[in-house]
């Protein structure tokens, strides 16, 4: 009886082409940030005497 049984093979498949990376996105609060960041900056350069009077 098993000699009319018929082995399938499963078909191979291509992989899928991997899609192209992204460049990471900044999240939410990074502008917030940089400005803070650039307050203190201006803030010591004023108190040290690099900016105004």
Do not use: C, D, T
Request: aromatic content about 8%; hydrophobic content about 45%.
């Amino acid at each position: 009886m098993s000699e009319n049984v018929i082995k399938f093979r499963k078909i191979e498949k291509k992989p899928e082409p991997k899609p192209p990376r992204k460049p990471p996105e900044l999240p939410n609060w990074a502008p917030f940030v940089v400005l803070v960041v650039l307050a203190l900056v201006i803030y010591a350069a004023q108190n040290a005497g690099l900016i105004g009077s």
